[in-house]
């Protein structure tokens, strides 16, 4: 997985507790789907950058779907959860709409910027298998932690660094609102909140195309 801005180099995965909770979040929401498959997560906190991929790969195949999310954060703002939230949100959006139209979706091959919840995001979908990335890797005798982790912070202090953690926004069904509740959460996509596709309306499918 390649950072968006070359600036980025060096990186610390999301704290345990957050890759756990996006791993739930997206096995409830998408429990239809994973019979025969399963959820690759992998998020990184850069200097300037949140990334995070979402990986879905079904059994017997090597090609791994995977939704990209990159978004900028500052540290001065200390906007790194809201970040995190939207690039969660995001990659829901894609991965909904790589699903429900059997992987027939136009998603961009290079970072795409798209405007989202009142701020910019870039997506990009790729096709590396992360257990077969991993794997080559050893046979070259270059761990991941050697090849992009060049800092010794934890996952937790680079979060707490970049701001105070708070919890991930829990899940919430789309059966509760109304159009009413959709044209209200229009009028508020500025406002930093919780992932909208498990804590308010899903985004129309044509708004990540």
């Not at 992998?42 to 978004?71: C, H, T, W």
């Not at 809201?82 to 690039?87: F, G, M, T, V, W």
Request: aromatic letters at 10%.
């Amino acid at each position: 997985m390649n950072p968006r801005l070359k600036s980025s180099k060096k990186w610390t995965a999301f704290p345990k507790e957050y890759s756990e909770q996006i791993q739930a979040v997206f096995t409830e929401n998408f429990a239809q789907y994973l019979d025969n498959a399963e959820l690759v997560i992998d998020g990184r906190i850069y200097p300037e950058e949140i990334l995070l991929r979402v990986g879905y790969l079904e059994k017997g195949r090597l090609a791994q779907a995977n939704f990209e999310v990159s978004m900028s954060y500052s540290q001065d703002q200390q906007d790194a959860v809201q970040r995190i939230h939207n690039c969660v949100d995001a990659a829901a959006g894609m991965m909904m709409d790589y699903l429900e139209n059997d992987g027939e979706v136009d998603f961009p091959y290079t970072w795409k910027e798209f405007p989202f919840q009142g701020k910019k995001l870039y997506l990009q979908f790729t096709t590396e298998n992360s257990s077969l990335e991993a794997e080559a890797n050893k046979l070259l005798g270059v761990d991941k932690e050697s090849l992009y982790n060049e800092t010794d912070e934890s996952d937790e202090d680079a979060l707490s660094r970049a701001e105070q953690s708070e919890e991930l926004s829990p899940p919430r069904d789309d059966e509760d609102f109304t159009p009413e509740d959709e044209e209200d959460d229009d009028e508020d996509d500025s406002e930093d909140r919780g992932p909208r596709m498990f804590g308010g309306p899903k985004k129309k499918k044509d708004d990540l195309h």
